[in-house]
């Protein structure tokens, strides 16, 4: 006799909590680029958000030329990684990385980001930060 219940499967994207009473939430992307030369390490770079609403990041994706190693930190400068992780691990075209929770970053905040490139050759790395703005709903 099994005692395994059979759980519909749910995405984690859907998994968010609903937009309060009296907010509107509307899907947002956060788009950056950067050049890295060779060998370059780069710590805390900027990312830095809209002034017009709080943003709430729930997945980053990317576009990447070659190996790069990232960590992320939200508004506040707590590491969202432990060190280092390889880039294409964590950016992907086809599945976005999730955060869960999502990270609250307040309107104009900067989250940052440790990018490092260590194959000796000069790259681009393009990031997107995806979420939902939440604005006060028009009554």
Known sequence: MSTFTDT???????????????YEDHWYIHYFEFSVS?????????LQL?????FRWRATMGSIDHQ???????PWGNPLESGLL???LMLSKAAPGVFFPEIICPAGSTPQMDLTEY???????????LGVKRFVANG
């Open 86 to 88: 390889i880039a294409e």
């Open 68 to 74: 790069f190693q990232l960590r992320f930190y939200d």
């Open 119 to 129: 194959t000796g050759n000069s790259g681009t790395l393009k990031l997107a930060l």
């Open 50 to 54: 809209d002034t017009d609403s709080d």
């Open 8 to 22: 519909p499967y749910t995405a984690l994207m859907d998994r968010y909590p609903a937009c309060p009473a009296g």
């Open 38 to 46: 060779a060998n370059q390490i780069s710590a805390k770079l900027p």
